[in-house]
Nanobody, 121 residues
Framework: VQLQAFGGGLVQAGGSLRLSCATS?????TGWFRQAPGKEREFVAA????????SYADSVKGRFTISRENAKNMLYLQMNSLKPEDAAVYYC??????????????????WGQGTQVTVSS
């Protein structure tokens, strides 16, 4: 399984950005994590293969939406009302297990390269 994230960039606070992740192979759970400079990588959002189960970190709930389009092997993260503290390198990830609820890094076997999101205040 391979994943490739793209769509990062520079956006003003309050703005929106959509990240995409191209995937190959089937994973039961896909997710997004992020890592800011000097901080550990943290969970952002996860979604099941069917899309019927999703979860979000409290810090992004109500602002970010995760979705997937299996016919196109794509995973998305729509980010609205961005804040400076959302700035980080964002990684997409895949798991062979159903680990949608509050997953940790160790739950995911597959990782894409990161895409940088910068939010100016």
């Amino acid at each position: 399984v391979q994943l490739q994230a793209f769509g990062g960039g520079l956006v003003q606070a309050g703005g929106s950005l959509r990240l995409s992740c191209a995937t190959s192979g089937r994973t039961l759970t896909t997710g997004w994590f992020r890592q800011a400079p000097g901080k550990e990588r943290e969970f952002v959002a996860a979604i099941s293969w069917t899309g019927g189960s999703v979860s979000y970190a409290d810090s992004v709930k109500g602002r970010f939406t995760i979705s997937r389009e299996n016919a196109k092997n794509m995973l998305y993260l729509q980010m609205n009302s961005l804040k400076p503290e959302d700035a980080a390198v964002y990684y997409c990830s895949g798991s062979r297990s159903i680990v949608v609820i509050r997953p940790t890094e160790s739950d995911f076997e597959y990782w894409g390269q990161g895409t940088q999101v910068t939010v100016s205040s």
